[in-house]
């Protein structure tokens, strides 16, 4: 019985991930880079994000970019995620960070960093910006 439930999950659809919808992809990204999935997370990066992700698929923890994503501030804050996102701010036309989880020690907010290009919000980083300069972006996303 068990193993037919998870061939049931398995075998159902992925979530539709909404592109136009900042807080979707967020959402999106994160929990491919929980998991890491690099292909999932491909599948909603940013264009320049693309060629580092194919090179830390085929060179995993050699690759000199890999500590910098798996270990340390930014792996410790996604590991900790645990599902919910706050609104994203608008900074200009093309990027929205949304935040989630909890402050950094210093008082900084952890940040899904997205760019918009081709009519789809793509992955790009997760920062720590201040609260100050955060909310410097408006919550209203740009009409397209």
Not at 15 to 44: E, H, I, Q
Not at 45 to 52: D, E, K, W, Y
Request: hydrophobic fraction near 40%.
């Amino acid at each position: 019985m068990n193993t037919l439930c998870i061939l049931l999950v398995l075998l159902q659809d992925p979530p539709k991930v909404d592109r136009a919808n900042a807080a979707s992809t967020a959402k999106a990204a994160l929990t491919a880079y929980k998991a890491k999935d690099l292909d999932a997370l491909g599948a909603v990066a940013a264009s320049s994000n693309l060629v580092i992700l194919k090179e830390l698929k085929e060179q995993g923890e050699k690759h000199p970019r890999w500590k910098s994503l798996f270990v340390g501030g930014r792996w410790e804050a996604v590991s900790k995620w645990s599902g919910p996102t706050l609104p994203a701010r608008y900074f200009g036309e093309k990027l929205a960070r949304v935040p989630f989880g909890e402050p950094t020690a210093e008082g900084r907010l952890t940040v899904v960093v997205l760019k918009w290009e081709e009519g789809k919000w793509g992955f790009e980083d997760v920062n720590f910006p201040t609260r100050e300069s955060f909310e410097q972006g408006s919550l209203e996303a740009p009409k397209r």
